[in-house]
Every structure is written in C-alpha cells, then in structure tokens.
C-alpha cells in the first residue's frame, strides 16, 4: 500500500490505520505467539460493523490481500501476513448480557475474560477455552471446547446467532432462522465464510466451581492414563478433568520440592454439588499416590484466567492437534517418552474431554464433524527464548507423529499448524468438506477469505 491508498483508507474508516512509517506498527502486529513475525502492509483497527464492511470492500476494489485478527492468539498466527491488509476486531471489545433470556451478545473482538466477568456477575457461563486472553471469534468458529463442555456442549453448540460480513462487504445476520446454511457452516468451519462482527450466545448457571489438580511423576503415566481414560468418559458430566504432561512450574499451588519436575496430572472443573466432587475422586490414588492433590471452591472466572500468567502473549509457540476416541495401550509409551523428554519448563500435552454433552448432538447438526471424539488433543512446544524454537517445534512434531496413528485422522481446526496442508484440513472436516465447499461457493465464490485453513468453493481448483 502507498501512502495515497493508505491515506485512502484512514478517510474511510472511524477506527486508526496503523501503516508499517507509524510508531505503534510494531506493537501493534505483535500477536501471542512471539514464533510469528510478519509485516503485514497496513492494520485497519475496525470499531464498528461500518468500518469492517468499508475495509472488505475496501481492500476488494485495491486488489489488496486480507487477513483478520480477533484475540490475536492464533497459533500459526493467520492474522498475519506479509503485505497484506490485516483486518484488526480488537477494539470491537463488549459484552451485553441479557439475565432474562439468559444470553449474551458479544462484540467480534472481545475476549473470554471479558464474556466470563460479564456473565459470571449473573450467575452465568458457556463453554470456551481455559485462558482468558482466547478471542472468542476464533475459538466460536472453530468450535470451541473448554472446562463446561462436557456439561453444556462446545462453544459453537451454544451460538445463537451471529452478525457477519460478508465477502462482498454486505452485512447479514443469521441463526437457525435466517440463513441456516452460513450459520451451520459458522459453527465448527472456521473463518471461511465472513467476518463474525458480534456472537449471541445461550447461557448456563454456572458460579462458584470446584477447581483443583493431582500431579504424580511423569514416570507414572502408563498408570495414570489407564486410570484416566476409564474414569473420566464414566464420570457424571459436571465433573471435567484435561490430562496433562508438563513441568511443575514454580509458584503456589505447588510445593517448592516439586517446581521444576516433569509430571503428568489432571486438571479439574466441578459444576456440581461441590460437597461430591472431593468424593468423586477418591480413586485417584488407584495409579499411585499423587505427588500432589489441591481442589477448592473458585469463582469460574478464576479458573478460566488460571494459565494467564503463566503462559502470558509474547512466547514462542509450536502447536499441532489429533482427535482420540480412545487411548490405546500402544499410545502409553509414547506419552511417556515425550513427556520425560519435555524440552522446556513450558512445552505441554494436553488431552481434553470432548464426550458428554458434545455427543448428544448429531454428527451433521454443525460443521464440527467429530461428535464421536472422545478427546481433542494438543501438543505444544512453549518457550520464551527465540533460540530455542527450533527445539521446541521439534519435539512437538516429533510427538504429534508418534501419536498420528493412534488417532482419528483429523484435528481440531484451532489446533492445527499453518504448513499441514490440505489433506489435514479435509481430514479435519470429513465428509462435511463437500457441502462446506458448497456454502463457500454461495457466500465467497472466489475465497477471498483464504488466509485461514482453507475450505475452497466448490467447483474450484
């Protein structure tokens, strides 16, 4: 972009165009993933469905390449993209919770945190992820699972309607009602279809939660693993625990004699009678005595913002994703050995429960096309040191590959990698590929919004 289409561009939107000459150029293109570092030719930071309908239309008639962030926390980082225009949501942060009818509208950049807190002071939730940072665009097209799934389903199960522009820069709403096919694509087919300006979502009760975590030494994972993989799908669906391989990080609730060991553990959610929880886990010792066992009541907003600091933005990430539908005796060394090789204090797999609540939907009622996943799988190579990132990736592939087998075929479209091709992406997808390709073709003949795992219009190349 010049600075005369530049400049074009700034008369047209109510938002600011930060261009590569402005000072906050490069903070503003830094996303959460610190691995990803492009120059995209200019930032249109949209404050309105006005001005994303300008900027589509807008980058259509310069013949400019568009990209859209929302949280910015996507792990290939399909935000961004060197010269092109990237369509930026953030600003587009609010939540109106409505008590009555139990939902919530929210704007198309806003956050988890941001829809916890407002929820949470009614009383209320729905499914997202585990960290609060999460753009809630991303993880609502691509599906969306967290602590209440297996009580309430996936995020996407939960949307009600949604507010899009489209590829032609015209603005729609659509639900179950109104445009039934854009919206049962929006639910599971990631950002294919049009820019997701506001989310309305049904609510759940949720308020105090019971959280906690057992650990034992990594050197236990054949056990705990067979313990888990038995105890979790028979558990009642208010309880939720994701299995974990990680290095015990420094800081409470850990002991200090265990910061810094390899581990595996489960994490815990409870939406239930809290007075059962500690209950229902009493078979935890049946692996062996944990190293460590904590759960206590917590707000569910604590829970959800549990990893932030942790994990905070500006890290180096390599991530790939499998479904499971079971965890085979074959696939316990593997866990073993990646995990007693982790390469960082960081670098994490993570298993999490995707049955209960997910299952009783059918397999074509969304674009999710793994109802019969038991568990969506993440391994993850985490590091703050750039010299460190080759590392870290390989280890994560290497893991990814041991295990590929073992799983399903495909993954979830939020945990994929941007250099897995586009067999993944129809592997992911399954035989609900085809009829995507068809709502693409009504909606984006000619893929404008390619800058994501790519479904192509049917009828193309």
């Given at each position: 972009m010049d600075g005369t289409?530049?400049?074009?561009l700034r008369d047209a939107l109510r938002g600011p165009v930060i261009g590569p000459q402005d000072d906050a150029y490069d903070e503003t293109r830094?996303?959460?993933?610190?691995?990803?570092?492009?120059?995209?030719?200019?930032?249109?930071?949209?404050?309105?469905?006005?001005?994303v309908m300008r900027t589509v239309t807008f980058a259509r008639e310069h013949g400019l390449e568009l990209a859209v962030r929302g949280g910015g926390h996507s792990g290939p980082g399909l935000c961004l993209v060197d010269d092109a225009l990237t369509l930026?949501?953030?600003?587009?942060?609010?939540?109106r919770v409505d008590p009555v009818t139990r939902t919530a509208q929210v704007g198309g950049g806003s956050q988890l945190g941001d829809l916890d807190h407002a929820a949470h002071g009614f009383g209320l939730g729905t499914p997202t992820g585990i960290i609060s940072?999460?753009?809630v665009g991303g993880l609502t097209i691509g599906g969306g699972h967290g602590y209440l799934t297996r009580r309430y389903g996936l995020t996407a199960d939960n949307l009600l309607g949604a507010d899009v522009v489209l590829a032609d820069g015209?603005?729609?709403t659509?639900?179950?009602?109104?445009?039934?096919?854009?919206?049962?694509?929006?639910?599971?087919?990631?950002?294919?279809?049009?820019i997701v300006t506001s989310f309305t979502y049904r609510l759940h009760p949720v308020g105090t939660v019971g959280g906690g975590v057992?650990?034992?030494p990594v050197d236990r994972t054949r056990e705990v693993l067979t313990w888990y993989r038995d105890f979790l799908p028979a558990a009642p669906e208010d309880v939720y625990g994701f299995f974990v391989i990680f290095v015990i990080p420094p800081g409470p609730p850990f002991p200090t004699e265990l910061h810094g060991k390899k581990s595996c553990g489960i994490v815990w959610c409870c939406t239930g009678d809290l007075d059962q929880f500690e209950a229902g886990l009493a078979t935890v010792d049946e692996p062996g005595p944990p190293a460590f066992h904590f759960t206590t009541p917590m707000p569910y907003p604590a829970l959800q913002s549990m990893f932030d600091e942790l994990i905070p933005s500006g890290y180096q990430w390599y991530w790939r994703g499998d479904f499971f539908d079971r965890i085979p005796d074959a696939a316990l060394d593997v866990h073993l050995k990646y995990g007693e090789s982790i390469p960082t204090p960081l670098s994490l797999m993570h298993l999490y429960p995707i049955d209960g609540a997910v299952h009783r939907l059918g397999r074509d009622d969304t674009a999710w096309s793994y109802r019969d996943a038991v568990w969506s799988g993440v391994f993850a190579g985490v590091d703050p040191d750039p010299a460190n990132a080759e590392i870290i990736k390989q280890w994560c592939v290497d893991y990814w590959r041991e295990m590929h087998p073992h799983s399903m075929g495909g993954a979830?479209?939020?945990?994929?990698?941007?250099?897995?091709?586009?067999?993944r992406v129809r592997a992911t997808y399954r035989t609900h590929y085809d009829r995507l390709a068809q709502v693409k073709r009504v909606y984006d003949p000619d893929n404008f919004f390619h800058h994501n795992q790519n479904i192509k219009p049917a009828g193309t190349v």
């Open positions: 289409t530049l400049g074009a830094a996303i959460y993933n610190a691995m990803i570092d492009r120059r995209p030719s200019a930032f249109a930071r949209c404050v309105d469905p006005a001005d930026d949501l953030s600003l587009m942060r609010w939540v940072m999460t753009g015209t603005f729609v659509t639900s179950d009602e109104e445009r039934p096919d854009l919206f049962w694509a929006l639910r599971g087919g990631g950002g294919n279809f049009g057992t650990v034992w979830y479209v939020n945990f994929m990698g941007e250099d897995e091709g586009q067999d």
